[in-house]
């Protein structure tokens, strides 16, 4: 009975330790970060690439199915009631304001955050990481700093392009194959959405944004140096960034309201 | 350098893309009602019942945005709804004896007021008041109305 109490005594104060160190990590990435903006953007630029530019085959892909789908679950059950017109309202919302930020962050953390975390983890495992230090220089800095901000730049951009690419989804669903009047598309979603609307959503982007790339970047710097331990570091960042997105998701959404 | 320059330019390419995706969802997607005037002025109505018309709701004459309204609130004494307008000051010669009536926008749309012409060589300015107002149409209402139509129509 003690044995146990101890162990959750134990299990308890390691969870407080772990998510303490994960804030103090947070500190010194931000506490680099104008340094390296500042004196190396090509380092940022890069990732921004990585991260980024890379990503944009899935997200467009995977936007433009989105917004399919809703157009074409829109229409059906509105159509039910007479109100095809008011797609255009349904999907504007629905991707503005959570699927967008959402699905991107998880598409984010499978596409990018994988990579970053498996990379630095390997960066460690083959001692690349020592050997800066070994050459006074500082691998937080010149690492994890600039695929932070890479990450933290690219999320919103990314979550506007999957809202547009899943705007033009549905109108080509449900404009061109389901024949809703264009024009009612069009104004209905302008009556209805509001710019405090996309504030939310461009919120939500760049929260999602800084988790999913801490994270990763976590993850990969702590990985056990074994084959192992970065695959088990990449596993746990997919996990841990889906459930973080999606709690975060549901308490900005209510403090919004 | 040829590898930094590709990467540059893919970047450069993504970032373009990205910012002009926020530049589309801001302007195309928001804004149906916008309305910004730099010179408005206020007029008051009174409406026996206002639904849910509510504040930033549109004032429209002949379909056309003139103005918003800013304030809708009760007045205790005449028991009546009070509902202030403003309207953009390069309309100042609605005749006024115009009306105001609370209309909906489609079937599912939000309500606006519609105003209504009228034949008065006065004009409606700053602190006037709209005397002849239209109350919105409520749904439970109408059925009522018509069930007592159809019941005394069933006796005669």
């Known amino acids: ?257 | 350098m040829q590898q930094t320059r590709s990467v540059e330019i893919g970047t450069g390419l993504f970032v373009l893309l990205g910012m002009s995706a926020l530049f589309f969802m801001t302007t195309q997607t928001t804004g149906g009602e916008k309305f910004s005037a730099s010179e408005t002025f206020e007029v008051e109505a009174s409406f026996e019942n206002v639904g849910s018309l509510k504040p930033r709701a549109p004032v429209s004459m002949s379909g056309v945005t003139i103005g918003r309204v800013t304030d809708v609130t009760f007045d205790p004494v005449a028991l009546e709804a009070r509902v202030t307008l403003i309207i953009d000051s390069q309309y100042d010669q609605i005749p006024d004896d115009s009306d105001a009536s609370i209309l909906t926008a489609g079937l599912l749309g939000s309500q606006y007021i519609g105003l209504q012409a009228g034949g008065s060589d006065t004009f409606l300015e700053n602190g006037s008041e709209i005397y002849f107002t239209q109350s919105a149409i409520v749904l439970e209402n109408l059925i009522g109305k018509f069930l007592v139509s159809s019941g005394s129509g069933g006796d005669e």
């Open chain 1, 1 to 257: 009975m003690k044995g146990l109490l101890r162990d959750i005594y134990n299990n308890v104060l390691e969870f407080v330790r772990t998510f303490g160190a994960f804030q103090l990590f947070f500190l010194r990435i931000i506490r680099h970060s104008p340094r390296i903006v500042l004196r190396r953007p090509g380092l940022v630029i890069k990732q921004i690439h990585n991260t980024g530019a890379l990503s944009l085959v899935i997200i467009m892909v995977c936007g433009f199915f989105v917004g399919g789908v809703l157009g074409l679950q829109g229409y059906s059950n509105l159509a039910r009631f007479n109100a095809e017109d008011s797609v255009g309202t349904v999907v504007a919302l629905a991707l503005i304001k959570e699927l967008g930020p959402v699905i991107t962050a998880l598409l984010f953390a499978g596409r990018a955050g994988t990579a970053l975390s498996s990379e630095i983890g390997l960066m460690k495992a083959t001692d690349q990481l020592s050997a800066m230090e070994m050459m006074a220089v500082n691998p937080v800095r010149r690492v994890l700093v600039p695929r932070f901000l890479g990450g933290v730049v690219a999320m919103p951009l990314l979550v506007a392009i999957f809202t547009c690419t899943g705007l033009f989804g549905a109108h080509v669903v449900a404009v061109d194959l389901l024949s809703v009047d264009v024009g009612a598309f069009w104004q209905q979603m302008q009556l209805s959405v509001d710019i405090k609307d996309i504030r939310e959503g461009v919120l939500k982007s760049f929260v999602f944004g800084i988790v999913a790339s801490l994270l990763a970047v976590w993850e990969g710097y702590n990985a056990i140096p074994t084959a192992e331990g970065v695959g088990r570091a990449t596993t746990r960042t997919v996990v841990i960034t889906a459930i973080s997105v999606l709690i975060l998701d549901f308490m900005i959404t209510a403090v919004m309201l």
